[in-house]
């Protein structure tokens, strides 16, 4: 299994960004699929997951009405749309993959497979 996530960069206060994450060697559809992020100093915190079928998303409050999580299951893509981005979204994003839309969805223990993970800095 490989997922492979892009779209990081350097972006100021205000605009959008939008990460991809390919996934490739597994069942897609079978997978909840959801975003990380880890900014330098602190613990990984969850961002957002989706179910396989890409009908329900749900998202951390701290990002809720300004990212979109969405999934191409013919592809085997996610997208994180991140708008209005805030200096404190800063940080290295991880997409992830795991087996069920269970109550451990929020958190790293849910999840099986790992991206390597995309930088996002907010700054003028």
């Known amino acids: 299994v490989q997922l492979q996530a892009s779209g990081g960069g350097l972006v100021q206060p205000g605009r959008s960004l939008r990460l991809s994450c390919a996934a490739s060697?597994?069942?897609?559809?079978?997978?909840?699929m959801a975003w990380f992020r880890q900014a330098p100093g602190k613990e990984r915190e969850f961002v957002a997951t989706?179910?396989?079928?890409?009908?329900?998303?749900e998202y951390a409050d701290s990002v809720k009405g300004r990212f979109t999580f969405s999934r191409d299951n013919a592809k085997k893509m996610v997208y994180l749309q991140m708008n209005s981005l805030k200096p404190e979204d800063a940080a290295v994003y991880y997409c992830?993959?795991?087996?069920?839309?269970?109550?451990?969805?929020?958190?790293?223990?849910?999840?099986?497979?790992w991206g390597q993970g995309t930088q996002v800095t907010v700054s003028s």
């Open positions: 989706i179910t396989g079928s890409g009908s329900i998303s």
């Open positions: 060697g597994l069942t897609f559809t079978k997978y909840i």
């Open positions: 992830a993959a795991g087996p069920s839309w269970g109550r451990l969805r929020y958190i790293e223990k849910g999840y099986d497979y």
